[in-house]
DNA sequence: TGAACATATGATCAATTATTCATATGTCAA
DNA sequence: TTGACATATGAATAATTGATCATATGTTCA
C-alpha cells in the first residue's frame, strides 16, 4: 500500500461546508448508504434491469425493491426506460458509478491492511 | 476470457454485490451520510481541529461533536491526537478526503445542469 | 488541593427509515 | 372481456439514529 499525499483533493473544502451544501451533499451518500440500495446499484452497474429481475437476483420482495428503486429514481441516480408491462432501470450518472467505485476499492483495500 | 473494460468503471462489480461487502460499503456512506459529519470532515479537511474549536465553528454542543467524532473514528475517518487537555482531530484518510471531494464536486455540477 | 477547563459517554427521546402487507394501476394474451 | 403478470404506492411497524442532558474522566494552574 502507497501512503503518498494527494495533493489533488486538498483545498477543495477550504471553509466549512454550509448548511445548504452539507444537506444536499449527506443526501447524495444517504442514497449509498443502504446495503439494499447499493445491491441495486451493482446490480445495474453495467446493464440495465427490470424490477422483476433485481427482485429475484437480490432476494427481496417486489414491493421492497420498487420502493427503493424510486428513492434512487427521485436522487437520479438511476432511469426509468418502460417497455411493455416491464421497466427496466438502468445507471443515470456515471459521477455515481465512479464513486460507487472508488469508494467499493476503498474498501476493499482497507480490508487488506487490517 | 476477461473481457475488455470499454470505460473506467465498468466491470468493477460485475457480479451483485454480496451482503458482507454491501454492508461494509454502506457504512462508509452512511459515515458520510449526515449534515453534521460532513461539516466535521470539511472542517478538519486541510487542518486538525480541537474538539472546542469544531464544537464552536459549526455551532453544536460539545457533547453532541463528541459522539460523531466518536463514531467517525471508530470508522477510522478521522484521528485523535491529544496534547494537554485537548484533543485534535484531523483526517485519518486520504481516500475519504478524495471521496469527499469528489462528491462535492459532483454535486456542485449538478446543481448547476438543474 | 480545588476550581476551571476540555473531552467522553450512557440514557433518553424524537425523528427517520427499510421492510412488509394490501392494494391499485397498467399491460398483454387468449 | 377476463385473467395473469409487472410495477407502484400508501399505511403500519420495527429498527436505527442524532441531539440533548447529566455526569464522568482527565488536565492544567493557582
Redesign the interface.
Known sequence: MTQK??R??????????D?H??????G???A????????IV??V??DEQCVHDLAS??ELEQSAVSHQLRMLRDL?IVRRRKEGRHVYYSLDD??????????????R???GSR
Open positions: 499525499k494527494p489533488s483533493a486538498r483545498g477543495v473544502a477550504s471553509a466549512v461546508l448548511a451544501s452539507s444537506e444536499q451533499l449527506a447524495l451518500f444517504r449509498l448508504a443502504d446495503p439494499t440500495r447499493l445491491r451493482s446490480a452497474f453495467d437476483v437480490l437520479r456515471s459521477h455515481v458509478r465512479d464513486l460507487f467505485a472508488f469508494a467499493l476499492e476503498h474498501i483495500h482497507q480490508e
